[in-house]
């Protein structure tokens, strides 16, 4: 199982940036997944609580800016980044929790995973 994270990249403050993470490795698809930040200097922060099919949880420094989608048939999830601001620069990690991901088989996966990281760059 992998999931890649992409879409980073340098932006100026109001611009906008869409993320995505894609998941493969015999994946049936996504049931959740998470994203997180994590600025310089600082800790990692959770933005985003995304449930298919269910409601998604945004934490309030990104609610009204940041919009999770997905699209099933490519196990992607994407993070749509509006009215970015400089405090937004930082690393951006998803990751799926227990049972994020359901398998070909028809199981749920038992590990949580992570993506690689994408850096985000917010210029004033």
């Known amino acids: 199982v992998q999931l890649q994270a992409s879409g980073g990249g340098l932006m100026q403050a109001g611009g906008s940036l869409r993320l995505s993470c894609a998941a493969s490795?015999?994946?049936?698809?996504?049931?959740?997944m998470t994203w997180y930040r994590q600025p310089p200097g600082k800790e990692r922060e959770m933005l985003v609580y995304?449930?298919?099919?269910?409601?998604?949880n945004y934490a309030a420094s990104v609610k009204g800016r940041f919009t999770v989608s997905s699209d099933a048939t490519k196990n992607i999830v994407y993070l749509q980044m509006n009215n970015l601001e400089p405090d937004d620069t930082a690393v951006y990690y998803c990751?799926?929790?227990?049972?994020?991901?359901?398998?070909?088989?028809?199981?749920?996966?038992?590990?949580?995973?992570w993506g690689q990281g994408t850096l985000v760059t917010v210029s004033s």
């Open positions: 490795g015999n994946i049936l698809g996504i049931n959740a």
């Open positions: 995304f449930i298919s099919g269910g409601r998604t």
């Open positions: 990751k799926t929790p227990l049972a994020g991901l359901t398998f070909a088989s028809g199981r749920d996966s038992t590990d949580e995973y």
